[in-house]
């Protein structure tokens, strides 16, 4: 499991800084969401995965009886989601907006604010 | 419980934001409420900043939650000095902002968002814990997207997109730091991630997490040769966007740094090696960058960059007179740096361009105005006995200390050519020949406005020059505070017995 995720999440980094590095506007944006869900899963698999113990003190008990999992990555991965739908979302409507003041999706042509004046 | 007063900084922006959010309407009120809230933010931050000094450090654990398990949030000195520039710098864009944004903008809500960007950049002053950091950053970074865009003109919309892709991506980075840091200690609170890395066996691993943090606060910060978004996106939002851009969210990635780097990450001759190397790269490639351009606004962003390097090369050397002199060089950085974009705000205002070329003639027509701009461009450069000196010098004096000579003639080039930049600025924008310029329709030039509003857009700029002013002359006062932060710096065992109390093993 730990492999296969870890496979995965290489694939995720590999894929996105791919797409961040095409010229198209909606690839930038869809470069950055895999590499945040890479980062994402990256937590989770570092949390150290731990099947059907969830992180509960038995009634009859003061402290843990067994091994459980560590309920600290899911709460993170949570906020993480949170912070990066929004800003996400942000993006999206960004280069919506900037298709139609620029007129092309084509970040080569975006280079305006780089000129020499 | 006196400690609880590190809250109020944070608590104070949010009721803030919140209240003006219920005043979205009535812009009057808005910007009455800003102005007076501000004051009472600066209020507290020296409440705050006082009682530190007296008192040592103070340490808070939210929800009572002991550390290292719940969130901590500490004010020690270096924290205390920037949560009270934060407030110096605050309130002066936001006397600037009301006299210069357009209506319009603040119709949409420039002013609360304004005051979200600075609870984020006071939380991220504050907190003690790594991701709590990471969540003020997410703060920061969503309210300046909307800072940078807002208006959307052409310029705007195409600065915003190279500046949102950066500091996702360096969001990203610190993310995945953050998670490797988890899996190798288990533990998210700084103090506690000080101890459990020093005593790490796996080094090469906490080597490259060290390295995506420098990767993720260097894109922030726009370090070499992560900084290109900077001049790209920084001359395009109104220059009271610019001036808080400049003045503090760079300065909170070197905070991060100087955080990370002097906490967690200690005594690494192979990482204080690439941070000098860093370090000379950007003093040279904002140096060289400033000379190439002539729009005011720009030259300005390079400048920024170019002194990036200087507070990181006194991270690297990390010594306590080169950590002082660094710490020195922030403080005088943020007022300067806000000052600066604020006046090329009223040189627009004034002309109605940024270019140099169209530029001149300004020292004939306001003399005492043109007297007042020569104060920060003149402490930039660091003219004896104004503000920027003293730090150079004792960067210089550290690296002499080090035995390192490049360090020092990468310094002095970077001095040069700043003293350059501003001495042709000077020329072309205060002493040329005045150049008649076609007047703009619906402009509201500098000499039209009500007395109301010169006093909003110079009244700051007058605070700032002042702030500086002391900085350079009271230079003594600032050297103390620097190396008594240096000190708390350089002995990480001070800040982790403040958060997890004299009993942690």
Redesign the interface.
Known sequence: MEVLLAILIGLFYAAGLYM?LRRS?VK?IIG?IL??NG?NL??F????ITKGHPPIIPGESNIFTSAYA?P??QA?IL??IV?SF??QS??IV??K??YK??KTDD?DQ?????Q?? | MIAQIVFYPIIMQLLLAILLLFCWKWIKWQKVISIIGSFISLGIAIWLFSTTWTQGTLTVQAGNWEAPFGISFVSDTFAATLVLLTAISGLAVSVFSVGTILRARLKFGFLPIFHFLLLGLNGAFLTGDIFNLYVWFEIIIISSFVLITLGGEKAQIEGAIKYFTLNIFASIIFLTAIAVLYGLTGSLNMADLAIKVAALENRGLVKVTAILFLIGFGTKAALFPLYFWLPASYHTPPSAVSAIFGGLLTKVGIYALIRVFTLIFVGDSFLENIILVIACLTLFSGALGALAHQNIAKIFSYLIICHIGYMILGLGLYSEVAIAGAIFYLIHDIIVKTNLFMVSGLIYRIKGTFNMRDLGGLYAKYPRLSLLMLIPMFSLVGIPPLSGFWPKLALITASFNAGNYWLIAAVLFATFITMYVIARLWSEVFWKERKELPKMQNFRYFETLKLEKKIQIVGPIVFLALISLYIGFGAENIQQLATRVAAELMDNQHYIQAVLGDGYN
């Not at chain 1, 698999?45 to 150290?48: M, T």
């Not at chain 1, 975006?110 to 780089?114: A, G, R, V």
């Open positions: 961040i506007l930038l950055l590499l945040g980062a990256l937590i698999l570092l949390g150290r560590d600290i990555p993170l906020t993480a912070i929004g800003l942000f993006g960004l280069i907006r900037a003041v620029v970040l975006m280079n305006s604010t780089d020499y004046s």
